[in-house]
């Protein structure tokens, strides 16, 4: 009977461990897999009971726009353990591609909940990675940052598309304050698209910042985001513009287009993202030795960060130290600009506010109608309130204009606008005609995070977003 039931053990587990294949197992046969193990662990002092559950699936994601296939999985109750918890994974040797990408994901559920997730790569098996790797964990519901939301998690929706079937979105938002945004325009060749940025929350207002542009959610409740237009208002449409919240968390491995500093010093560089003011290592491998010259070209001074953009990714790599950490690769280096440098980063406290001054307001909206991206930053409508003189200066359109200031509380007036005499083409004269209105209409203004709105008692007239000055 014991001989029976331990029979039944093994081929128990190597169902759960491995699937699709029978439990008879020979010398021969464990030749054709591949072993991928490792720990999983979270940083929390918090005892999980016995019947918690650790699950460890290999996945193939190659394909970022199609579902990951599970080539293994482990999964087992902690008993009287706790982390860090073993796993090994057998692979068949048939299954693993030279050309493909292979990760792994880990959750730790306990009575069918949630409670930790992975939300970082973990690749493996190809491209001379490790076979062993150490998972770490992130808390659901213990967040580096303050917000109504569950996280890290995963949304998801289909949004309605001009010419195509429909637009796949997934965002996934961590708890330290960076998210991915991924669209895939179905039938469409090439239509894949990620950017990856700082998110704040304030009054329910889900903003995703990429560095260039800021895309703005409702959170209807702890499960469901809608998209808003770009003045934070409903869009009106019959269409389904809600996402909502996938079972697992996408982990953030897409290639994207990263905006931040650079900074060289000591043999070893760093990158740090604008929008969330996340920093990591850079990876000695890809096009960093463009970046280094680069750097070595502009930087003001030695040590100094350096504003620049590029293609890359996060990976988990070994660090310097030896363990693993998450660290930068640069994929394809773009540009610097040193004149430009990033905001000052969100506080964890919430949401980072503006200063009215000395910050260089771009117009977004008048009333309701949304002012078109110019792609020169020279054609921007835009005003400065300088910090000294009560001066305004700024591009209404055509014209440049000036004027004078003043402002107590939430009280704001401009007067003694002028400004000069270009003819421009009839649109252009028609808008700058209804910026220069606003402005002298105005009698209150409010700061909604990045974010200035210019009213006429208590109807908004005008939302302008912050750039900041160097």
């Known amino acids: 009977m014991n001989s029976l039931f331990h029979k039944i053990f093994i081929c128990t587990a190597w169902l759960v461990t491995v699937f699709n294949f029978g439990c008879a197992r020979t010398d021969k046969a464990l030749e054709e897999f591949m072993t991928v193990s490792g720990t999983a662990a979270y940083r929390q002092r918090i005892a999980m009971p016995p019947d918690a559950v650790l699950s460890v699936q290999l996945e193939d994601v190659t394909l970022a726009d199609a579902?990951?296939?599970?080539?293994?999985?482990?999964?087992?109750?902690?008993?009287?353990?706790?982390?860090?918890?073993?796993?090994?994974?057998?692979?068949?040797?048939?299954?693993?591609?030279?050309?493909?990408?292979?990760?792994?994901?880990?959750?730790?559920?306990?009575?069918?909940?949630?409670?930790?997730?992975?939300?970082?790569?973990?690749?493996?098996?190809?491209?001379?990675?490790?076979?062993?790797?150490?998972?770490?964990?992130?808390?659901?519901?213990?967040?580096?940052?303050?917000?109504?939301?569950?996280?890290?998690?995963?949304?998801?929706?289909?949004?309605?598309?001009?010419?195509?079937?429909?637009?796949?979105?997934?965002?996934?938002?961590?708890?330290?304050?960076?998210?991915?945004?991924?669209?895939?325009?179905?039938?469409?060749?090439?239509?894949?698209?990620?950017?990856?940025?700082?998110?704040?929350?304030?009054?329910?207002?889900?903003?995703?910042?990429?560095?260039?542009?800021?895309?703005?959610?409702?959170?209807?409740?702890?499960?469901?985001?809608?998209?808003?237009?770009?003045?934070?208002?409903?869009?009106?449409?019959?269409?389904?513009?809600?996402?909502?919240?996938?079972?697992?968390?996408?982990?953030?491995?897409?290639?994207?287009?990263?905006?931040?500093?650079?900074?060289?010093m000591a043999d070893a560089a760093t990158f740090t993202e604008c929008a969330s003011g996340l920093s990591w290592p850079v990876v000695m491998t890809g096009d960093y030795?463009?970046?280094?010259?680069?750097?070595?070209?502009s930087a003001v001074a030695p040590g100094s960060p350096l504003w620049v953009t590029f293609k890359g990714r996060l990976e988990q790599r070994p660090g310097m130290e030896g363990p693993v950490i998450e660290q930068m690769v640069i994929e394809k280096f773009n540009a610097s600009q040193p004149e430009k440098a990033c905001k000052p980063a969100a506080s964890n406290a919430g949401l980072a506010i503006a200063e009215l001054k000395n910050t260089y307001w771009k117009l977004l909206n008048i009333g309701d109608q949304q002012i078109p991206i110019s792609p020169s930053a020279t054609n921007q409508i835009h005003m400065i309130m300088a910090n000294e003189g009560s001066r305004v200066s700024g591009f209404s359109g055509c014209n440049q204009f000036t004027g004078s200031f003043k402002h107590s509380s939430q009280e704001l007036r401009f007067s003694q606008m002028a400004r000069t005499m270009m003819a421009c083409s009839s649109p252009a004269m028609e808008l700058e005609t209804k910026v220069l209105e606003a402005l002298n209409a105005t009698t209150h203004y409010r700061i909604e995070g990045e974010h200035l709105l210019l009213l006429t008692g208590n109807k908004v007239i005008a939302r302008f977003e912050s750039l900041y000055l160097r």
């Open 67 to 264: 579902p990951s296939p599970v080539l293994a999985e482990f999964s087992e109750r902690f008993g009287d353990r706790q982390v860090p918890i073993a796993f090994t994974l057998p692979v068949p040797k048939t299954a693993i591609h030279a050309n493909h990408r292979y990760n792994l994901r880990a959750s730790i559920t306990v009575g069918g909940a949630l409670r930790f997730t992975t939300t970082r790569l973990y690749p493996v098996l190809t491209d001379d990675r490790l076979n062993r790797v150490d998972l770490l964990l992130d808390a659901v519901t213990a967040n580096a940052l303050p917000t109504p939301l569950s996280l890290p998690a995963s949304f998801a929706g289909a949004l309605p598309c001009a010419d195509c079937p429909g637009i796949m979105q997934t965002l996934t938002l961590r708890g330290d304050g960076l998210y991915r945004l991924r669209r895939v325009y179905q039938e469409k060749p090439n239509g894949l698209f990620a950017e990856a940025g700082g998110w704040k929350i304030t009054d329910n207002l889900l903003r995703l910042n990429n560095g260039t542009e800021t895309s703005l959610f409702a959170i209807l409740d702890n499960d469901t985001l809608r998209q808003l237009d770009t003045a934070g208002q409903p869009i009106k449409s019959p269409a389904d513009l809600d996402l909502r919240r996938n079972i697992q968390v996408d982990p953030l491995n897409d290639s994207v287009q990263w905006y931040g500093e650079f900074q060289y």
């Open 289 to 297: 030795l463009t970046a280094e010259r680069n750097y070595s070209k």
